[in-house]
């Protein structure tokens, strides 16, 4: 069964920068769109970036354009969301994201000084 993982998650203070990672666990990626989303305590989740396996196209969710950046490295099997500029209201669970496999188990983002 494939798996998505995340990965990059952390502490850090407001006006960092953090660079997610998600992986699956069979070389998959390549093959499908893949999105990001983040769900805070109390809130419902929430779609951030979503990038096309076939021109890499990108979507962005208003909050996150001009901060966030997504990305894909097919060698590697990888996409990546590269946040910068980050807030205090940035901080959730980053899950990604794969039709056909699901949801990956989360990183958590924490954005505190």
């Known amino acids: 069964q494939v798996q998505l993982v995340e990965s990059g998650g952390g502490l850090v203070q407001p006006g960092g920068s953090l660079r997610l990672s998600c992986t699956a666990s069979?070389?998959?990626?390549?093959?499908?769109?893949v999105g990001w989303f983040r769900q805070a305590p109390g809130k419902e989740r929430e779609g951030i970036s979503c990038?096309?396996?076939?021109?890499?196209?990108?979507n962005y969710a208003d909050f996150a354009k001009g901060r966030f950046t997504i990305s894909r490295d097919n060698a590697k099997d990888t996409v990546y969301l590269q946040m910068n500029d980050l807030k205090p209201e940035d901080t959730a669970v980053y899950y990604c994201?794969?039709?056909?496999?699901?949801w990956g188990q989360g990183t958590q983002v924490t954005v505190s000084s």
């Open positions: 994201y794969m039709a056909g496999v699901g």
């Open positions: 069979s070389g998959t990626l390549n093959y499908w769109a």
């Open positions: 990038i096309s396996s076939s021109d890499g196209s990108t």
